[in-house]
């Protein structure tokens, strides 16, 4: 079975910092990974997704990339601001089966 | 749509009673998931529709729940006899195939009394 972790649970940074989080997996054999950001109370909004052929993804502040053969994934998220402030959710969709295998997730927090 | 609906936002019953959840994907989505997630936990799978079929409900925790898709597009989850234990957050995607993001409703909070 799959098995996601991310790290750190949780982390606290000041405005206008660049900040990286990161996601490891057990099976490397992925068929793409997904980040996400849940808001409290709120459901997931998808944030990028990556295929297994890529090193990475882009979307304005956010830089995904990925690792298979590590079993590594990292979200870089440049120039943080309060907005950004959310639990961000890595999740694995391997080759065998049909899930979407998610970490516990990194509650993140961007301070003024 | 444009996005995925779930309904009710909130459910509050009573321990033994029956729910009924429900989902709509976004159209033209063929794959829909079904989640579930407590506080402080990521998302834990629960069951996956291809269409109309359910191509894996491996994650389903006990006989007591069941998913339908009769139409390959609004789901059910149904929960008999409810627990206590059953209080969480469930949480429906949907997405248009393997090699696409798959999308998520807001939810449906689920608290057994």
């Known amino acids: 079975k799959q098995e996601v972790t991310q790290i750190p649970a949780a982390l606290s940074v000041p405005e206008g910092e660049n900040l990286v989080l990161n996601c490891s997996f057990t099976?490397?054999?992925?068929?793409?990974l997904q980040w996400f950001r849940q808001d409290p109370g709120k459901g997931l909004t998808s944030l990028l997704l990556i295929q297994s052929s890529q090193r990475e993804q882009t979307s304005g502040r956010l830089n995904a990339s990925l690792d298979k053969s590590s079993g590594r994934s990292t979200l870089y998220i440049a120039a943080s601001q309060p907005g950004d402030s959310a639990t961000y959710l890595c999740a694995v969709h391997s080759n065998s089966g049909y899930a979407l295998n998610f970490g516990k997730g990194t509650s993140l927090l961007v301070t003024p | 749509g444009a996005g995925v609906s779930q309904t009710p936002s909130n459910k509050v019953t009573e321990k033994g009673k029956y729910v009924e959840l429900r989902c709509d994907p976004i159209s033209g989505h063929t794959a829909l998931y079904w989640y579930r997630q407590s506080l402080g936990q990521g998302p834990e799978f629960l069951i996956y529709?291809?269409?109309?079929?359910?191509?894996?409900d491996s994650g389903l925790p006990n006989d007591r729940f069941f998913a339908v898709r009769p139409e390959g597009s609004v789901s059910t989850l149904k929960i008999q006899r409810t627990e206590r234990g059953d209080s969480a957050v469930y949480l429906c995607?949907?997405?248009?195939?393997?090699?696409?993001?798959?999308?998520f409703g807001q939810g449906t909070r689920l608290t057994v009394v």
């Open positions: 995607a949907s997405r248009r195939d393997r090699d696409t993001e798959a999308f």
């Open positions: 099976d490397s054999a992925i068929y793409n």
């Open positions: 529709f291809q269409g109309t079929g359910a191509a894996d």
